[in-house]
């Protein structure tokens, strides 16, 4: 904490906020005495006049400096924002504590009535209470201070409600320790940093509430004069001197400002968190490949895919480093490998999906001979609406929340084929339905969140069938899902792969799962793939990897009175594989 | 010895945690009605506490209210009279029933300063109010919604760090400018130095521009940084992925696909903008010497002319909770999955 205040108060807002500080306590200190007399001393020759060497901000009706007057109001203004804030935080804690260890009924009482008082801004809570005290700075002062008590108030009940649900405050309690006696003990001490940070910043708010009092007329009385009185005297003679409501104006800005920098320098110093520092940013690399022409029996080409993600410190790492693999029309392939081995970020560069962050590089990565590296034409982007489907892993998330389950499905064909909305909705009824999907109709017309989770994944299906799929990309497609849901997703996939014969590439860690689904397995580790084999020959696997892999899915012979064999490598997953997960 | 933190031992230690959810329930009514039913119930209730907070503004005035309003050199027999007019004489719960039955007839007394009933000084000062405060809250939101889905899409995956960076500094100082040192500003600026816009009165539509401005500018800079940010976590969501993969048009992507899932934690945001914008029109008005509802609180609360204060101050309670319940009822309709109605 004390080393964490050190380097906040070192730091360039660190070194503005004290000098702000500095400056405004010398000028409350010292400004009444050196320029009193010139802010009171009326001279009848000088009235009215606008800024000169002699007087910067002008002079007002009675010949008066202006900016003298802005110096020596500082004291008056500053004192009576912290009168309001002194009364606000006692008035609100103490209403918030009682209303902690009050008995249940009472409490909900004392709650709701500081919710309803809290529902009205400030000023006009202000202005009721200045009704009560009267147009004077006293009275101000106590309006603008009992307007801030409802939400300190709140603030202490919420914060004391929590500390007081913990576990060592119980124990306190079963200890015999009664209500009050934890309050002082155990739950002051425990709100109060969080309490003395938002003083600051009320503190702020309270000046500028007050000098809008003022400025009505409500606060300050003449003779005496603060910012808000002064902006008042001011604007009167705005066309005359514009600085003489402007002074009072920037003065009440900048100290406003010194008040929250406080406010959020105490804050930052309680709760510090290392910043996430800027990333330098290279332009990626892109090998065109315009020479070359995309063998029409493949779907998917990717040669040499090498993909980075700067990371904390801002200096690119790479995650997939060099992969190549193809997808023949109708083939199933599966990629499998641990959390952070690159699958779902290859997965990604394959759907063109990736975001700004990731920098890609490749010798080629082609989808139906559409280069995926560089951004689509508009003629591309239409066929990889239609031919490209994508399967998220967790549908609830991957589904829209605020547009119902049938707009989501028949948006494709209305965007990329332009068939009109009737039509779509009934096709998009008939793929419901070829999924699966009982009561279509209905079902079309929900919300994602009224579907269970396995229908949901199959409206995802169904939403790449709307298309003329020629590759779905489905991402750890049944994990979110429980095994009895996950077969009857496996199913719809496999049957919509048959009647559409489009190629699927199936990301997963589950190689028990990939091997029964696939024709054909890439395994991947740490960014390369490391071996490629036809499912049905996975016990010919060679790569120890592989093999490791198969070693840990259980058979109906593995003796279950030893524990499951671990692969080693991930014991301890180093932690930009699981930086990279969360980004993929 | 240290207690484990069990269920059983949290459960029987807190009582709240035991009685919690087995609320006797009354009558079974449909979420989306119940909802209606007990948040128009919650206003009504705080309407209660207005209304006595109102009536008890005559009665927490220290020494004679009567005698302040009318000076010291009134005369002993009018200090007794107005005392009678009022009602004062009476006995308190007398008094209270006068004023509600009073309230209900739409009678908010007699004005001690014009001799004018309040009602009708309100009727001719509440729309200007209402049309300041609505036409900033358009403007604000109209303003803020654009700015901040533009940003953060032209932010979003870290591009443009040291744009992004200057507009947050920019938004920032735009929202710790109070409104009435703003309306200085633009005063002195196009009001005085380049002769743009009228700089006082009300109106036509160029005396409009000042005051709204003013007035919108800071909630606008607000809600774009709300927007900003609700719309930056909305990009980065799967859904998002989802419309991407798609290869839907920008316009639809943000439009259809982005924009309604950010537009409750906009719209919340702008229900308490409009609340502030309400009690931001009464600096607005005294700068700009606008003759709405501002004006009259502030000359009636210096004239101490106490039935005109409760009139204007019942006004405003009730538009504040008036818009709260519009707001809260809105975005009831609005989001599908209502995580409001179980509040």
């Known amino acids: 904490m004390r080393s964490g205040l050190r380097r906040g108060l070192l730091g360039p807002q660190g070194v503005v906020t004290v000098l702000g500080t500095l400056a405004l306590v010398l000028v409350i200190v010292i400004a009444p005495h050196v320029w009193g007399d010139a802010a009171t001393t009326t001279s009848v020759a000088d009235r009215l006049d606008g800024p000169s060497a002699a007087h910067p901000f002008g002079t007002d009706d009675l010949g008066r400096d202006v900016l003298a007057r802005v110096l020596v109001a500082a004291r008056l203004s500053v004192l009576l924002a912290l009168g309001s804030t002194v009364i606000a935080v006692l008035g609100g804690v103490v209403l918030g504590v009682v209303a902690t260890v009050l008995p249940r009924p009472l409490r909900r009482l004392v709650s709701a009535l500081i919710d309803i008082l809290l529902s009205f801004p400030w000023l006009l809570l202000a202005l009721f209470f200045s009704v009560i005290w009267g147009a004077n700075a006293i009275g101000a002062m106590l309006a603008v201070g009992f307007a801030g008590v409802p939400s300190i108030a709140r603030l202490t009940y919420t914060l004391a409600s929590s500390v007081a649900d913990r576990d060592y405050v119980r124990a306190a309690r079963i200890a015999g320790v009664g209500r009050a006696g934890v309050v002082v003990r155990h739950v002051i001490p425990n709100i109060l940093p969080p309490l003395l940070v938002s003083t600051a910043a009320h503190a702020s708010a309270a000046l500028l509430s007050f000098a809008g009092l003022s400025f009505l007329g409500l606060g300050v009385q003449a003779p005496d004069f603060d910012w808000g009185r002064l902006l008042r005297e001011g604007i009167a003679r705005i066309y005359v001197n514009p600085m003489a409501a402007l002074g009072p104006g920037i003065a009440i800005v900048l100290t406003g400002l010194v008040l929250n920098a406080i406010g959020s320098l105490t804050g930052e110093t309680a709760s510090r968190t290392p910043r996430r520092p800027a990333g330098r940013r290279a332009r990626p690399a892109k090998r065109a490949s315009a020479g070359e022409r995309p063998e029409p029996a493949a779907v998917v080409e990717v040669e040499d895919l090498r993909v980075s993600f700067p990371d904390a410190e801002g200096r690119l790492v790479e995650r997939v480093r060099g992969v190549g693999f193809s997808i023949r029309p109708g083939e199933t392939v599966g990629i499998v490998g641990a959390s952070g081995s690159g699958k779902s970020v290859t997965a990604m560069a394959v759907a063109g999906l990736l975001g700004a962050e990731a920098h890609v590089s490749a010798a080629a990565v082609r989808f139906q001979g559409i280069d995926m590296t560089s951004a689509p034409t508009a003629a591309e982007r239409s066929r990889l609406g239609l031919e490209l489907a994508v399967v998220f892993q967790d549908p609830l998330t991957s589904l829209n929340p605020s547009l119902t389950v049938g707009r989501q499905l028949t948006e494709v064909s209305e965007v990329h084929e332009r068939v009109p909305r009737a039509r779509a909705r009934s096709r998009a009824r008939q793929v419901l339905e070829s999924v699966g999907i009982a009561e279509p109709h209905r079902r079309a017309r929900q919300y994602p969140h009224q579907l269970s989770g396995g229908m949901r994944q199959r409206a995802m299906i169904g939403m790449g069938l709307m298309g003329r799929p020629r590759l779905v990309i489905a991402d750890e497609p049944t994990t979110a899902l429980d095994v009895t849901v996950q077969r009857q997703v496996l199913r719809v996939l496999h049957e919509a792969r048959r009647r559409t014969g489009s190629a699927i590439l199936f990301i997963s860690h589950d190689i028990a799962l990939v091997s029964g689904f696939c024709d054909r397995v890439l395994v991947m580790k740490d960014g390369e793939i490391v071996e490629e084999l036809e499912a049905a020959r996975l016990d010919e696997a060679r790569h120890p990897y592989t093999r490791a892999l198969i070693a840990c899915v259980p058979h109906m012979t593995t003796d279950r009175s030893r524990p499951l064999p671990v692969i080693g490598d991930l014991a301890e997953p180093d932690r930009q594989d699981v930086a990279e997960e969360a980004r993929a | ?343």
């Not at chain 2, 209304?51 to 009018?78: N, Q, Y």
């Not at chain 2, 909630?219 to 709300?226: C, E, F, K, N, V």
Request: with cysteine.
């Open chain 2, 1 to 343: 010895m240290t207690i484990p933190p069990t269920a059983t031992t949290a459960a029987s230690l807190d009582p709240k945690r035991v009685s919690r959810g087995d609320r006797p329930v009354l009558l079974r009514l449909p979420p989306r009605a119940a909802f209606v039913l007990r948040r128009i119930g919650r206003a009504l209730v705080s309407l209660g506490v207005v209304v006595v907070a109102t009536f008890l503004i005559v009665h927490l005035v220290p020494g004679d209210p009567v005698r302040a309003a009318l000076g010291p050199s009134a005369t002993a027999e009018l200090v007794a009279r107005t005392r009678a007019e009022l009602g004062l004489d009476q006995p308190a719960f007398r008094q209270f029933l006068d004023y509600l039955s009073g309230l209900l007839r739409g009678d908010l007394g007699v004005s001690l300063r014009s001799h004018r009933p309040v009602a009708a000084t309100l009727a001719e000062r509440f729309p200007t109010t209402l049309v300041l405060a609505c036409l900033s809250f358009l403007v604000s939101m109209l303003g803020a919604v654009p700015i901040g889905v533009a940003t953060a899409v032209s932010a979003w995956g870290g591009r443009r760090r040291m744009v992004d960076a200057g507009l947050s500094w920019l938004l920032g100082a735009l929202i710790a400018i109070p409104n009435f040192l703003l309306a200085v500003g633009l005063i002195a600026l196009f009001g005085i130095t380049l002769k743009a816009f009228p700089v006082a009165g009300w109106g036509g539509a160029a005396e409009a521009v000042l005051p709204v401005a003013a007035l919108a500018v800071g909630p606008m800079a607000y809600l774009a940084r709300i927007v900003h940010v609700e719309m930056l976590t909305v990009l980065g969501t799967p859904y998002m992925k989802t419309a991407r993969s798609k290869r839907l048009p920008a316009r639809l992507l943000y439009l259809r696909h982005a924009l309604p899932n950010m537009i409750t934690a906009a719209l919340t945001t702008g229900g308490l903008v409009l609340t502030g914008l309400v009690a931001g029109t009464v600096l607005i008005e005294a700068v700009f010497v606008i003759p709405g509802l501002g004006s009259t609180i502030v000359s009636s609360i210096t004239a101490k002319d106490y039935p005109m204060i409760q009139g204007v101050v019942l006004v405003y309670a009730v538009l504040v909770l008036g818009l709260n319940l519009l707001i809260d009822l809105v975005l009831a309709t609005l989001d599908p999955r209502s995580s409001i109605m179980e509040g």
